[in-house]
């Protein structure tokens, strides 16, 4: 009884169950700016909240965490500028959508399903929080290294066509993302002995760039074309849509859930694997992955968002931030005189569901805005495109100042949006650059901790692999995977299936 009372806290206080509301708004419109990103603005509240009582600061702050993961798939569907990491993989489909004039269909689609994903995860956290974050205690640096080349082995779901040029898609990210001070040595690596380098290059810049001028230059090509006039007769999907999409929604969700209670993950690689899951287990979908396929809606939106209450596992039972916006709200935790962790949740079960409750509010309010205003938000894909291409500039530029309020980063992100140009058209995928940036730190930092507790040894490494029964599953599944991406196993499936195999265009 206690807990439920807890847990109705927000709902019977108009105060907490207003504070929630508005930042649930402003997190679905900071979310959908380029690079305004929901950990800045929550680190931003911390400074204006350490003054208020406990429950009305993490009203607000979980309200704009909640709202900013799912904000970012309006501008990725609208202009392909995804408008934080975890909605890159989003924007592969919903971009081709919006091109259709069917913008208002993808945003439905994405916002009921961020909210099916987003209760997921806030179920699991409050039913089964202390076992996730067992499983998730259970991952060795050598499985978070197994993890990352997991993720950067998703090129060939992310590169349509030719595996050759997606793999160096990935590789190059993951040398972008090296770039700067080594974080274990502070030797300098690929800086050139340029000292404006030694600090690395934001990856928001190269998303906003890649993304977004290389979109702005296309367009370019294009500015006699009429724009694209959008159906928006029906946004909410109907019964039929959502049920037939149920499995796979409850699929990713897990994934997502999971992902995001390993600690220093987060909703960008849930969603990016959710969206490799989709590809490999939908048999016939209606269009083409990357086409404007609805399961490619489907499994980000839903992943992204269930990792939100995967992040809040660690935090709550171990002290471990699963996220960098859960990092932040330790923070805030521990300057309102709590001890996230163990004890927390022995001492302060109320903090606990209130927090659930919190979480709950918060998706529900996320449903009500991501379904108004859509009508208004779709004529900026009507814009004319002598309109459209400053305004997509303006708010690149915008973007990658706003991450450190440098123009350095503002000048890397014209040079990666031309040279984003460039590859778009040759044929070279985005996705997996961004991807390998992501992950280059989580592949390396892990690789080093791992060959460090194994002295440096590669047979005691490769052994630890071999008898742990986690590190194999993972590694059992990267061989799977590279294997499955080669030609020879296109040429034995297609001759097994008595059909001509796929050249890959390389």
């Known amino acids: 009884m206690d807990a439920l009372l807890n847990f109705l806290t927000v709902f019977t206080q108009p105060e907490l169950f207003l504070l929630v509301g508005v930042g649930t708004f402003a997190g679905v419109y900071v979310g959908a700016i380029p690079g305004l990103s929901v950990t800045m603005a929550v680190s931003i509240l911390v400074s204006f909240t350490f003054s208020w009582e406990v429950y009305p600061a993490i009203s607000l702050m979980i309200g704009i965490f909640m709202g900013g993961v799912y904000g970012g798939s309006r501008t990725a569907i609208l202009l392909n500028i995804p408008g934080a990491p975890s909605a890159i993989a989003t924007a592969l489909d919903g971009y081709p959508m919006?091109?259709?004039?069917?913008?208002?269909?993808?945003?439905?689609?994405?916002?009921?399903?961020?909210?099916?994903?987003?209760?997921?995860?806030?179920?699991?956290?409050?039913?089964?929080?202390?076992?996730?974050?067992?499983?998730?205690l259970s991952f060795q640096p050598r499985d978070y290294m197994l993890l990352a080349v997991l993720g950067i082995l998703l090129v060939g779901s992310l590169s349509q066509g030719s595996l050759v040029k997606g793999i160096f898609a990935g590789a190059l990210g993951i040398a972008i993302g090296a770039v700067g001070r080594d974080p274990l040595t502070f030797s300098e690596r690929f800086t050139f002995d340029l000292s404006f380098m030694e600090s690395g290059i934001s990856f928001i810049a190269v998303m906003i760039g890649m993304f977004g001028v290389s979109e702005a230059l296309l367009q370019l090509h294009h500015l006699d074309k009429a724009a694209v006039r959008q159906k928006i007769d029906r946004i909410v999907p109907s019964w039929a849509v959502l049920k037939k999409h149920l499995p796979l929604s409850l699929q990713t969700s897990t994934?997502?859930?999971?992902?995001?209670?390993?600690?220093?993950?987060?909703?960008?690689?849930?969603?990016?694997?959710?969206?490799?899951?989709?590809?490999?287990?939908?048999?016939?979908?209606?269009?083409?992955?990357?086409?404007?396929?609805?399961?490619?809606?489907?499994?980000?939106?839903?992943?992204?968002?269930?990792?939100?209450?995967?992040?809040?596992?660690?935090?709550?039972?171990?002290?471990?931030?699963?996220d960098a916006v859960t990092a932040i709200m330790i923070g805030?935790?521990?300057?309102?005189?709590?001890?996230?962790?163990?004890?927390?949740?022995?001492?302060?079960?109320?903090?606990?569901?209130?927090?659930?409750?919190?979480?709950?509010?918060?998706?529900?309010?996320?449903?009500?805005?991501?379904?108004?205003?859509?009508?208004?938000?779709?004529?900026?894909?009507?814009m004319p495109r002598a309109v459209l291409i400053p305004l997509i500039m303006l708010l690149s530029i915008v973007g990658a100042y706003a991450v450190n309020n440098a123009m350095s980063d503002v000048y890397w992100m014209l040079a990666f949006g031309l040279f984003g140009y460039?590859?778009?058209?040759?044929?070279?995928?985005?996705?997996?650059v961004i991807l390998g940036v992501i992950l280059s730190r989580l592949l390396d930092d892990n690789w080093r901790r791992a060959i460090i507790s194994e002295r440096e040894d590669l047979g005691r490494f490769f052994w630890g692999v071999v008898t742990s029964p986690l590190s194999l599953v993972l590694f059992l599944a990267v061989i799977g995977i590279f294997v499955s991406q080669t030609p020879v196993w296109a040429w034995g499936k297609a001759r097994l299936l008595g059909s001509p195999a796929r050249e890959d265009k390389a």
């Not at 091109?99 to 689609?109: P, S």
């Not at 909703?267 to 990016?272: N, S």
């Not at 989709?278 to 083409?288: L, S």
């Not at 396929?293 to 660690?314: D, K, Y």
Request: charged share 10%.
């Open 332 to 382: 805030a935790l521990f300057i309102h005189g709590l001890n996230p962790g163990p004890m927390l949740m022995i001492e302060q079960p109320d903090m606990f569901w209130f927090i659930v409750g919190a979480l709950v509010t918060a998706n529900c309010f996320m449903l009500l805005f991501g379904l108004t205003g859509i009508k208004l938000f779709v004529k900026i894909v009507e």
């Open 255 to 322: 994934i997502g859930v999971i992902i995001g209670a390993l600690p220093g993950t987060g909703g960008d690689i849930a969603a990016l694997m959710a969206y490799d899951h989709a590809k490999r287990v939908t048999k016939n979908p209606e269009r083409q992955f990357g086409d404007g396929a609805i399961e490619g809606l489907v499994a980000p939106e839903t992943a992204n968002n269930a990792a939100v209450g995967g992040a809040f596992i660690p935090m709550m039972t171990l002290g471990i931030p699963g």
């Open 422 to 432: 460039f590859m778009r058209h040759y044929g070279y995928p985005l996705g997996p």
């Open 98 to 136: 919006a091109q259709r004039g069917e913008a208002g269909a993808a945003i439905g689609i994405t916002t009921v399903m961020s909210f099916l994903g987003g209760f997921i995860g806030i179920a699991v956290l409050a039913i089964a929080a202390p076992f996730v974050s067992d499983f998730a």
